[in-house]
């Protein structure tokens, strides 16, 4: 999902009618299909991403490589005020909130700077439903997990205040198709209709919410 297209355009589009900066941050950026999408909005990307693999491919993408840089308070000090907007997807749920990600995140903002952050949704209709075998209770990988209100307390209490919130649901139904053969329309509708249900009522898989910096 780091790395998946269909929600770029609509993010960058989102990121377009909030603000008139053009400076960004792609944290933990991955392959770099975000950072794409920015670019194609007429946004100044800059990235950093820890995976040699992820990126060299970021690279063959985007025509740059972005930074081997650690998110973390030395880095903040370093670029200060620097960004109109930073962009995190599936990056929040890995950092050890002891260490205030959050901070950092309003550190490296300009003022009235926006923040944009995708996580997994740990009160998702889904989520309820699988219980303790959620797919995203993968510790130590994940070491956070956020519901709308949790999110929007941490970042109330660094200086944000919420812009915009949404819910977000994915699924491979390809998947269905290989398991079902012939058989996949109907276990394809019912899920479809399950996820467009929980997203209208902001309990889909991933939360997207949108933040600006305030004080």
């Known amino acids: ?29 991955g392959y770099g299909f975000f950072s794409k999408a920015l670019i194609m909005a007429n946004l100044n990307v800059e ?24 998110f ?5 000090k370093k670029n200060a005020a620097k960004y109109d907007v930073i962009f995190l997807s599936q990056v929040l749920e890995h950092l050890p909130m002891n260490m205030n990600p959050v901070k950092h995140l309003h550190a490296l903002l300009k003022n009235n700077g926006i923040c944009v952050v995708a ?30 209100a949790s999110l929007n ?7 944000f205040e919420t812009i915009k919130s949404e819910t977000v649901s994915r699924y491979d139904y390809s998947k269905l198709r290989r398991k079902f053969g012939l058989f996949s329309a109907l276990p394809q509708f019912a899920l479809h209709t399950f996820f467009t249900i929980s997203d209208f009522q ?9 933040f600006r910096k305030t004080h």
């Open 119 to 148: 996580v997994p949704h740990f009160q998702s209709y889904l989520s309820r439903l699988q219980g303790k075998k959620d797919m995203f209770i993968v510790p130590p990988e994940h070491i956070n997990f956020f519901t709308i």
């Open 47 to 70: 990235a950093i991403e820890l995976s040699e693999a992820s990126r060299k491919l970021y690279a063959r993408m985007n025509g740059f490589e972005p930074g081997d840089f650690s």
């Open 153 to 159: 307390k941490v970042f109330a209490e660094n200086g």
């Open 1 to 29: 999902y780091p790395n998946a297209t269909i929600d770029a355009e609509r993010i960058a589009a989102n990121i377009k009618k909030m603000t008139t900066g053009s400076n960004v941050l792609d944290v933990g950026s």
């Open 72 to 76: 973390n308070s030395e880095f903040a």
């Open 202 to 210: 902001k309990k889909g898989m991933f939360i997207n919410t949108y």
